[in-house]
């Protein structure tokens, strides 16, 4: 079945042709099969809601991509206009960045909402996760082993901060940024342990000297 699924996607998208592959037809089929692996994984039993979901994740990769390529070519127009003053740079590139981000949030929103159609909250998350590379549930895992003596109210404004940085880290256009956006939030969380009087040099060796213990423990 998932088989064949992919064999339509591909056919809807241009992808299957018995000549060379475009260097665009390359990429629809490597996020097809990325898109497919992180769908797999939301135990959907419906044919039908399994290939809208794949397309609607193919397709915003896609949209994703096109957007970043479009904006990446119009700020090097800008900084590239010898005519521009140095102020009338940064105000065209500060105009560019807000549409851009508009742009974004309203490709973000309609994703959203098509998902909302054939998905439960549980699989979106799960589907956020897998787009994301489980940053966030193996960042998570790992402040709650770091510091055991976490609060419920530290855990779930670790979670919060989280959340949000995988809401924002869906619309990056590369790994990199994805974990550059985590990463963000991440320093965000330091401070906010920091502020809550955990030394985290002293919390993260502690934690090294319990995993060596652990090891140690399975060897014997």
Do not use: C
Not at 61 to 73: G, I, K, P, Q, R
Not at 130 to 146: F, N, Q
Request: hydrophobic share 40%; proline share 2%.
């Amino acid at each position: 079945m998932k088989n064949y699924i992919l064999m339509m996607m591909f056919i809807a998208f241009g992808t299957l042709n018995s000549s060379a592959q475009t260097e665009r037809e390359a990429y629809l089929e490597v996020i097809t099969k990325r898109s497919d692996k992180i769908i797999a994984t939301l135990n959907i039993q419906d044919p039908k809601v399994y290939s809208e979901v794949l397309a609607d994740l193919v397709n915003q990769y896609d949209l994703l991509n096109t957007n970043h390529e479009n904006h990446s070519a119009k700020l090097a127009a800008i900084k590239n206009n010898s005519s521009f003053s140095k102020d009338k740079q940064e105000e065209e590139i500060k105009l560019l960045s807000d549409r851009n981000e508009k742009a974004i949030a309203k490709l973000h929103d309609l994703f959203i909402k098509k998902l909302d159609k054939n998905l439960n909250d549980e699989q979106i998350a799960k589907l956020k996760d897998g787009m994301t590379y489980s940053i966030l549930p193996r960042t998570y895992t790992a402040y709650v082993e770091m510091i055991p003596s976490l609060t419920s109210v530290q855990k779930d404004t670790i979670m919060n901060m989280l959340v949000e940085a995988r809401e924002k880290a869906i619309d990056a256009p590369s790994a990199d940024a994805k974990h550059a956006v985590f990463g963000k939030y991440k320093g965000r969380i330091n401070n906010y342990l920091s502020k809550e009087g955990f030394d985290l040099k002293i919390e993260g060796e502690k934690w090294k000297e319990r995993i060596a213990a652990q090891e140690k423990a399975k060897k014997n």
